[in-house]
């Protein structure tokens, strides 16, 4: 019901921020596949990761369960929106052949370089700073049947040490700026507001009064 101040919409989209990661999973004849997504959320060590299921990258994980998740910052935009119309699937799919071209080596198609990985087979990308190696434990259909919510255990976390606490074993939330992908457009972080007592890297308690 509209009021003074709201009014009820139905937009096409209802991505509203989450980091945007490039994801590398391997292919049948041992190359990598690497697909731009946003969906995402960590519990712990567990990433849970949607996916859609008529893309190579479900395909390879289905099948092949190692994979890296690579966090771009925001100067490499270009490169994640340079994948957006690319898919490691042979024949591309009906639903996506109006848009999307078969690609079959979309790290050289972005611009981006492979690095090997330490523990799974994908490589991850050696642009971002932040990237870890997982591995697929469960993958659970979505309910319309058009994605798969693909939880996946992290096993190695890489990070550049400009991102780095002094400790060096923590991320510097104020170093680290990732892409941040809302409503089809990409933004950097913004500005630091506050932070939680139980963060590793605050310098005090918050002062919420
Ligand atoms: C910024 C961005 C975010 C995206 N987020 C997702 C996502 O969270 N999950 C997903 O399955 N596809 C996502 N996509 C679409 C995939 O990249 C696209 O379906 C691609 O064809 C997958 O490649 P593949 O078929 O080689 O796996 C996103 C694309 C862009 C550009």
């Known amino acids: 019901m509209a009021s003074a101040d709201q009014v009820v919409i139905e937009p096409s989209v209802l991505y509203v921020g989450t980091p945007t990661y490039l994801i590398a999973t391997e292919n049948p004849d041992g190359t990598a596949n690497l697909a731009a997504a946003s969906s995402y959320w960590a519990l712990g060590r567990m990433l849970v990761l949607?996916?859609?299921?008529?893309?190579?990258?479900a395909a390879n994980l289905l099948v092949r369960p190692d994979l890296t998740v690579s966090f771009p910052s925001a100067p490499l935009w270009r490169a994640v929106a340079r994948l957006s119309d690319l898919t490691g699937r042979d024949p591309v799919p009906a639903a996506k052949a109006a848009r999307y071209r078969f690609e079959p080596d979309k790290f050289r198609a972005a611009g981006l370089t492979p690095r090997a990985s330490d523990l799974v087979g994908p490589p991850r990308v050696a642009e971002c700073a932040l990237?870890?190696?997982?591995?697929?434990?469960?993958?659970?259909?979505g309910l319309d049947g058009s994605y798969l919510m693909v939880e996946a255990e992290v096993l190695r976390v890489h990070a550049d040490r400009a991102v780095l606490d002094p400790t060096g074993q923590h991320i510097d939330p104020t170093a680290w700026n990732p892409l941040v992908y809302a409503f089809?457009?990409?933004?950097?972080?913004?500005?630091?507001?506050?932070?939680?007592?139980?963060?590793?890297?605050?310098?005090?308690?918050?002062?919420?009064?």
């Open 50 to 57: 949607g996916i859609e299921v008529d893309g190579q990258t």
């Open 131 to 141: 990237a870890f190696e997982a591995r697929v434990r469960r993958a659970t259909p």
């Open 184 to 209: 089809r457009h990409f933004f950097e972080r913004g500005v630091e507001v506050g932070w939680l007592a139980s963060s590793p890297t605050a310098p005090h308690p918050p002062v919420l009064d």
